[in-house]
Structure formats: C-alpha cells, structure tokens
C-alpha cells in the first residue's frame, strides 16, 4: 500500500468519516463500516481531501480535460481537487450541475467550465450507480467524453448481482473506475493495528460474505 493511501485511511479514521460498529447499507446489509464523506467539512479538511483524490488522480494516469462533480457531494470536491492539482502545476477547469435547471440569468443545469473533450467525474463513492449515470448522460448530452470516475473508497462489495457497483460501471460505460482507497487497503491498515483487530475480523467476516 503507497503511504499517502494509508494515510487516507487515518485521515478518514480520525476525521469520524470512516466509522466502525454496525451499519445498514441501503442493500439492506448490516456492515461492520461506514463512510460518510460529508464529514469532511471544514477548510483543513477539504484541503486534505483534494490533495488525496489529486493524487489519486495523477497514480490512475486517466487523461482528461475537464473535472465534473456531481451534486451535492461531487461539487466541493471538485473544487478542492482543482485547487490541489494547480498547486501540482496543472490548471484544470471544473463544473457541476444543479439539480434542477434554472430558468434565469445564464439557465440551464451545469455550472462553471464549459463540458468538452475528456470530462473525469469525481465523486464519494458509487453505490447504485445512479450519480454515474446520470453524470455520463449529462457529459454526453454536451458533446463531449467520460473519461472515468475517481471516488474515495471502492468497498469492492456486489451489488443486485455478482458484480460489484464499480465493475458494473466500467462494464456499462466502458470508463475506467479509480479509487483514492479500496476495501482491501482499509483490510491492509487494520491488519497492521494490533488495537483493531476486532474491527479487522469484523469487516474480513463482511467481505466474506459480500465481497468480490
């Protein structure tokens, strides 16, 4: 595991966005984790965050023109990892959309850089699939490309059915999937915490059961 993904893994645990305990996913399991990126939720902390996904982004070798976030949750993120990839020396534009289209001023439901070429959707997780789908439809209906997805923490999980929500998405849309972490780095970080086993033998008995 590269240092900066077991350091996302203490931020997280130490920022109470990765929490441990029990869980209800919306599949209706009981996990022994959760991830709740809105807890990231002031300056140092947003900072932080986009110099991990920037990172990740650069690690993924994902050729892209333009950062897409979508809402609620992909629209500070997609500012942060702006900030962070100029302080690596690469300006990039970005944009979100609004949830619904406004009919004033300058309309319509993107906001910020114009959507062309290559447009790399940056978000939290992926879970149904839905954010994606809409996004892609969204990039494409501009004229321009996906060119993947880079979220926070892949829980390498299945969905409805033997594939997880992440190989379904590269599956349908043909788009690489990046993650600044997987379930298997988190495994990894445990495993090297004697204080956290018990939380390690809970997520390898989740991932048993789950796991892909």
Do not use: W
Not at 18 to 31: P, Q
Not at 120 to 149: F, K, W
Not at 156 to 182: F, L, N
């Amino acid at each position: 595991m590269s240092d900066y993904r077991a350091e996302f893994v203490k931020f997280a645990i130490d920022s109470n966005v990765l929490c441990f305990g029990e869980f209800k996913t919306k599949a209706g399991r009981m996990s022994p984790y959760f991830f709740n990126a809105g807890l990231f939720n002031d300056g140092d902390k947003l900072k932080r965050l986009g110099e991990f996904y920037a990172k990740a982004i650069v690690g993924s070798g994902i050729a892209f023109d333009v950062l897409f976030g979508p809402a609620y949750k992909g629209i500070p993120l997609a500012a942060s990892i702006a900030i962070a990839l100029s302080a690596m020396g690469r300006n990039v534009p970005f944009a979100f959309n609004r949830k619904e289209a406004k009919d004033h001023g300058e309309g319509g439901t993107v906001v910020g850089a114009a959507l062309k070429g290559k447009v790399l959707i940056v978000d939290d997780v992926i879970s149904a699939g839905t954010s994606v789908r809409e996004s892609v439809d969204l990039i494409r209906a501009a004229g321009a490309e996906p060119a993947g997805v880079v979220i926070a923490l892949d829980r390498m999980e299945r969905g409805t059915g033997a594939k997880s929500a992440v190989q379904e998405v590269r599956e349908q849309y043909g788009i690489p999937v990046a993650a600044v972490v997987t379930l298997d780095n988190l495994v990894e970080f445990l495993e090297r915490d004697a204080k956290r086993q018990t939380e390690l033998q809970a997520v390898a008995a989740y991932r048993a059961q789950y796991g892909v």
